[in-house]
T-cell receptor, first 113, second 113 residues
Framework: ETGVTQSPTHLIKTRGQQVTLRCSSQ?????VSWYQQALGQGPQFIFQ???????GRGNFPPRFSGLQFPNYSSELNVNALELDDSALYLC????????????FGQGTRLTVV | AQSVTQLDSQVPVFEEAPVELRCNYS??????LFWYVQYPNQGLQLLLK??????LVKGINGFEAEFNKSQTSFHLRKPSVHISDTAEYFC???????????FGAGTTVTVRA
């Protein structure tokens, strides 16, 4: 059991709306990474937060933004939703006592209609 | 930057037969290599990882992988599969210890009785 929890599990939004996804990292981990997994594809790195600071970003537009809180939980915000944003969004926690392994949550399935 | 190519998109296999999933990577720096498994509607679970040392790595559920630096490969094997091994398998790479993973497109393994 990884201890990484994501909410909500499923979400349906309309094009143009904004969405916030949440991730609670595993105890002892100080790094959270977010990934987007489109249907039938591998996960794509969105960005990473380390001790509340952004620590690297993938090839995603600025309407994808995030936060990390003092307890190392994190949020992913997406503005102006597009149909192509429909995907499984995965959060992974790592670092600190977690060593070299990234532990993934179950993901949030976002559908944009 | 790193990239990963999984050479087989789908691998059908009979129960108790061996299976090999092929993965090649490219990177200009030293890398860590990982294999993850994803069951339907779930997040990613780590099967095994290569950080350094012995090139033959053993993981959970009877899986093993061999790191070949000259061929930049990290193929996954299991000598005898079970129905429960039916899943999507992802090869991933990160540079050193920054937890930012680059994934392949995935290999769907279907085990038939």
């Amino acid at each position: 059991e990884t201890g990484v929890t994501q909410s909500p599990t499923h979400l349906i939004k309309t094009r143009g709306q904004q969405v916030t996804l949440r991730c609670s990292s595993q105890s002892g981990h100080n790094t959270v990474s977010w990934y987007q997994q489109a249907l039938g594809q591998g996960p794509q790195f969105i960005f990473q937060y380390y001790r509340e600071e952004e620590n690297g970003r993938g090839n995603f537009p600025p309407r994808f933004s995030g936060l990390q809180f003092p307890n190392y939980s994190s949020e992913l915000n997406v503005n102006a939703l597009e149909l192509d944003d429909s995907a499984l969004y995965l959060c992974a926690s790592s670092g600190g006592t977690g060593g070299t392994e990234a532990f993934f949550g179950q993901g949030t399935r976002l559908t944009v209609v | 930057a790193q990239s990963v190519t999984q050479l087989d998109s789908q691998v059908p296999v009979f129960e108790e037969a061996p299976v090999e999933l092929r993965c090649n990577y490219s990177s200009s720096v030293s890398v860590y290599l990982f294999w993850y498994v994803q069951y339907p509607n779930q997040g990613l679970q780590l099967l095994l990882k290569y950080l350094s040392g012995s090139t033959l790595v053993k993981g959970i559920n009877g899986f093993e992988a061999e790191f070949n630096k000259s061929q930049t490969s990290f193929h996954l094997r299991k000598p005898s599969v079970h129905i429960s091994d039916t899943a999507e398998y992802f090869c991933a790479v990160s540079s050193s210890n920054d937890y930012k993973l680059s994934f392949g497109a995935g290999t769907t393994v279907t085990v038939r009785a």
